[in-house]
């Protein structure tokens, strides 16, 4: 597609991986936002979960580098440990390690502590009432980054020859150089934009809350089957073992995915504020303030 710059900012060159990355952020932030202002997060809670999410997002991206050098490592440990390429798996699980980490520091340990009136806990809403939401924010960040990928020639599928052919896209992969190739990364741009309609179907018209137990298990089980389309260079995990990084990850995804259902059900069910059911933060900082008057 195009793999080069396509334009240069104060000598800073612009690629559509990067800059559809950037796109997918910002669309990402921008519906958890318009979601949480919707189902009546106050400013303290919107504030907290979204910052947060920034340094989360940012580990994520080094986690996702990590991965993906430490599986080049594997293939050939001859060559010294180099940081490149990425990998969206290891990126979401250094991404909700880190987020979590930082989110109880801030809840167990900073809030309770600090005397900075910003700092304080005044949340309506917690991290169990964002739980239905944050996995829709993930994957329109993650179905614009797959249309990064498409640009970029990377996470393909097999090359269909230097010729047209029907179903193919023609851009540089890293198997066969420039070419006709299966668009792998299409595919998984719109199987996260129907996930992500689903879920939002979910929360918003049937109040569904464990939407994470359905992102887990619906990209663990299509990431394991699309990754035998893929023939783009991965890596290896498990010695041996006839599966890519990729699946084993989506295993453990999909089994995580399952536990949250049982999780949810005896443990985070009972430790929602469900702020969509207290009264409207404006109106309830209208009231205060003509009280105080």
């Keep these: 597609m195009h793999p080069g710059a396509l334009f240069e900012i104060f000598g800073l060159q612009v690629h559509a991986y990067g800059l559809f990355m950037a796109l997918g952020l910002v669309a990402c932030f921008g519906f958890l936002m318009w979601a949480f202002t919707k189902q009546n997060f106050n400013e303290n809670s919107i504030d907290t979960i979204l910052f947060v999410g920034v340094f989360g997002a940012g580990i994520g991206i080094f986690s ?77 960040a993650h179905s614009f980054g797959r249309i990064g990928c498409l640009f970029a020639g990377c996470c393909h599928g097999a090359y269909l020859g230097s010729d047209y052919v029907f179903g193919g896209i023609y851009m540089q992969g890293t198997t066969n150089g420039w070419g006709y190739y299966v668009p792998v990364q299409l595919y998984e741009a719109i199987f996260l934009a129907v996930l992500g309609a689903v879920m939002a179907l979910l929360y918003f018209k049937f109040n569904f809350k464990q939407n994470l137990g359905v992102y887990c298990i619906g990209y663990g089980v299509w990431r394991f089957i699309v990754e035998y389309l893929r023939t783009d260079e ?60």
């Design 234 to 293: 991965r890596g290896t995990l498990i010695p041996g073992v006839p599966l890519y990084p990729s699946q084993i990850l989506s295993i453990v995804m999909v089994a995580a995915g399952v536990g949250f259902f049982f999780l949810y059900k005896y443990v985070l069910k009972d430790k929602m504020k469900h702020p969509e059911l207290q009264p409207p933060v404006r109106e309830k900082k209208f009231k205060t303030e003509n009280t105080e008057e």
């Design 64 to 140: 996702a580098m990590l991965f993906q050098s430490f599986y080049n490592w594997l293939d050939d440990t001859s060559k010294p440990f180099q940081l490149g390429g990425m990998t969206f798996l290891g990126g979401l699980i250094g991404g909700v390690v880190g987020y979590l980490g930082i989110y109880f520091l801030y809840i167990y340990v900073i809030a309770p502590r600090t005397k900075i009136k910003w700092l304080q806990n005044n949340m309506n809403a917690g991290l169990t009432d964002a739980l239905p939401l944050i996995p829709i924010g993930i994957v329109i």
